[in-house]
Nanobody, 118 residues
Framework: QVQLVESGGGLVQAGESLRLSCAAS????????MAWYRQAPGRQRELVAM???????DYAEFVEGRFTISRDNAKNAVYLQMNRLKPDDTAVYYC????????????WGQGTQVTVSS
């Protein structure tokens, strides 16, 4: 089993920044991908950014260079630095880990609320 705990959400004004953190614990394979997803009210959950254990990174188009994902493999942690936040970024942000060994498995955190006021 794997547990993911997010932190760092909150209420900010448009243009401000937030840094989300996620710490993973439990049976974690060294080969994995960690990611941030978000879900706004009435919308489907969507990928924000992902980073593999070897540092390959991908961002959703709506990030537009405003967010930076990073990880600390020694701590099994992933971070999301969000700058120039917009009201449209308001959502619950979820941490995710996907592992291939010993078999494919994925785990989710409980989510952290990010609210951006205009």
């Amino acid at each position: 089993q794997v547990q993911l705990v997010e932190s760092g959400g909150g209420l900010v004004q448009a243009g401000e920044s937030l840094r989300l953190s996620c710490a993973a614990s439990g049976s974690i394979s060294s080969t994995n991908t960690m990611a941030w997803y978000r879900q706004a009210p009435g919308r489907q959950r969507e990928l924000v950014a992902m980073i593999s254990s070897v540092g390959l990174i991908d961002y959703a188009e709506f990030v537009e260079g405003r967010f930076t994902i990073s990880r600390d493999n020694a701590k099994n942690a992933v971070y999301l630095q969000m700058n120039r936040l917009k009201p449209d970024d308001t959502a619950v942000y979820y941490c995710n880990i996907y592992m291939w060994s010993p078999g494919p498995s994925t785990y989710w955190g409980q989510g952290t609320q990010v609210t951006v006021s205009s």
